[in-house]
């Protein structure tokens, strides 16, 4: 694996320890979260909402990760409980500078999660 996916594979580890503070330290001050319903501008702004979506979170079971030079492809199988109930595939993409992740884009079935989102 290159050091990519050794390094998503390490913020993963974390974030499934619910370990924040760890998975923190992979990420740079400047990354940028696109997602199906926000952008977020900034690893502080990504973090508070990977916090929301823990709270609800059951399990996150990695299924593979995939890492070719600066990129990274993860797939999750994620299980939440309401106000989302659900058991969902999630793709990721992740983008790295200097050995910190620096961008990532979500896709997902959003539609369990609408309602997070709209207030619906």
Known sequence: MSNTGSILTKFYDAVIKRDLAT???FLSDDLVFVGLFETYPNADAYLAALTGLLSVT???DVKTII???N???IFFELETK???AAITLVAEWYQFNNGKIVRVESAFDGRPFAAMFTGS
């Open 82 to 84: 309401a106000p989302a």
């Open 58 to 60: 059951l399990r996150l």
């Open 67 to 69: 890492a070719e030079g």
């Open 23 to 25: 998975a923190r330290t």
């Open 71 to 73: 990129q990274a492809a």
